[in-house]
């Protein structure tokens, strides 16, 4: 998958740096520019207007491009200030994130930030990632800031990979053993994450070892 961001670190902070490559450098012809000149006598009245017309049309569509553009650079630009913690330790320093978040922050409508995440990716330090990827809900911790749960998730995934084969965690021995690590999470959540997750039940990972 060819990234649309690269996320590259100098000197301590992250610069964003947008894959141009592939784009079109669209410029209007000089050609043109000459022909709606009103000093232009060699074409008609009618034939200067329809080219003023079509020019104007070619100024907007590069315009918008350009628009375009910036606006991924700003997306990229706040996702990576919201992530950097993910960006410098990894997955267990992923913020909750929605796209309400990124779109108040660059002072832009909400439907905008998701079509410009759609069908995005973002490499960095951490692997290639979907844009998407860093837009996800929180669970609430006694340390009072919220956990995201994509965190959430690779925890419970740990969890059941060191278990005891023989006695797997059932759903709600996973909901205490993260209660007592300080989430406050219930035992529909966790069955909901694992299943998410693709991991069978406890009843059906004991049936697996037998």
Partial sequence: MVPDVYVVKVDGEYTILLNEEGLPRLRVSSFYRRMVDRSNTEITREARDYVREKLSSALRLIKSLEERQRTIYKVARSIV?????????????????????????????????????????????????????????????????????????????????????????????????????????????????????????????RQGFR
């Fill in 81 to 205: 200030n919201f992530q950097r913690s993910f960006l410098d330790y990894g997955f267990e320093h992923l913020r909750p994130l929605v796209l309400r978040n990124v779109a108040d922050d660059i002072q832009m409508h909400e439907s905008t930030v998701s079509r410009v995440v759609n069908n995005k990716y973002m490499h960095t330090s951490r692997g290639l990632f979907e844009m998407r990827f860093f837009f996800h809900s929180g669970i609430a911790s006694v340390q009072g800031e919220d956990v995201s749960s994509l965190t959430v998730k690779e925890r419970i995934k740990k969890l059941v990979s060191e278990e005891n084969p023989v006695r797997p965690l059932s759903d709600s021995a996973l909901a205490q053993i993260l209660g007592n690590e300080g989430l406050q999470i219930a035992r529909r959540t966790v069955a909901k994450y694992r299943e998410e997750l693709r991991i069978p039940s406890s009843n059906e990972r």
